[in-house]
């Protein structure tokens, strides 16, 4: 079974300072990891993956997320927020099997101050 | 990164009557399409997933007779929402996974459906 957890379902920080969005997973197969981001009534657009090759990925706007086995996590971060990053921020898990299925987080929502 | 649309955006409906929703991979091939619900402020709830050619494997809880999902195509896939109620009004979303890139999902822009 597969899960993921999001520490904080809502975060504010202010325009400029470091975004940390906390993401541990539970998997009883290796992990692919994802995060992605919502914007209000819009789908899901992929920020960065995690398929078992380098462990911190980068992504799309300046994301980045390190994946640590030892503490089964999958933070995303970026170092000076915009307020553009303004939305809501979803984890999710797969199998590496074609057939497998993403398990979504509950969700972060990153509220960037003035 | 891949596109996905999906027609309509939007659709207000009376109750009783169905709905057909359209989702389209435009720049790739979808041998698998999910079908997710979304109620406002939450995560996404998989409702069924779809193979091209073959019928949807619904989640738990998901009434098949009721979401009727149709892959006939390795780029089109629908949802029909049948005898809709106030209590299926809701974010509708898909998403493609395929080729080139059989690692991610991409998702399509939403449906919100609204059931008076």
């Known amino acids: 079974a597969q899960s993921v957890t999001q520490l904080g379902s809502h975060v504010s920080v202010s325009e400029g300072a470091l975004v940390l969005l906390r993401c541990n997973y539970s998997s009883s197969v290796p992990p692919y990891l994802f995060w992605y981001v919502q914007y209000p009534n819009q789908g899901l657009q992929l920020l960065l993956k995690?398929?078992?090759?380098?462990?911190l990925v980068k992504g799309i706007n300046g994301f980045e997320a390190e994946f640590k086995k030892s503490e089964t996590s999958f933070h995303l971060t970026k170092p000076s927020a915009h307020m553009s990053d303004a939305a809501e921020y979803f984890c999710?898990?797969?199998?590496?099997?074609?057939?497998?299925?993403?398990?979504f987080g509950t969700g972060t929502l990153l509220a960037v101050q003035p | 990164g891949a596109v996905v649309s999906q027609h309509p955006s939007w659709v207000i409906c009376k109750s009783g009557t169905s709905v057909k929703i359209e989702c389209r991979s435009l720049d790739f091939q979808a041998t698998t399409m999910f079908w997710y619900r979304q109620f406002p402020k939450q995560s996404l709830m998989l409702m069924a997933t779809s193979n091209e050619g073959s019928k949807a494997t619904y989640e738990q809880g998901v009434e098949k007779d009721k979401f009727l999902i149709n892959h006939a195509s390795l780029t089109l896939s629908t949802l029909t929402v049948t005898s809709a109620h106030p209590e299926d009004s809701s974010f509708y979303i898909c998403s493609g996974r395929g080729h080139p890139d059989k690692g991610s999902q991409y998702f399509g822009p939403g449906t919100r459906l609204t059931v008076l």
């Open positions: 999710a898990v797969s199998g590496s099997g074609a057939t497998n299925k993403l398990i």
């Open positions: 995690y398929t078992s090759a380098a462990t």
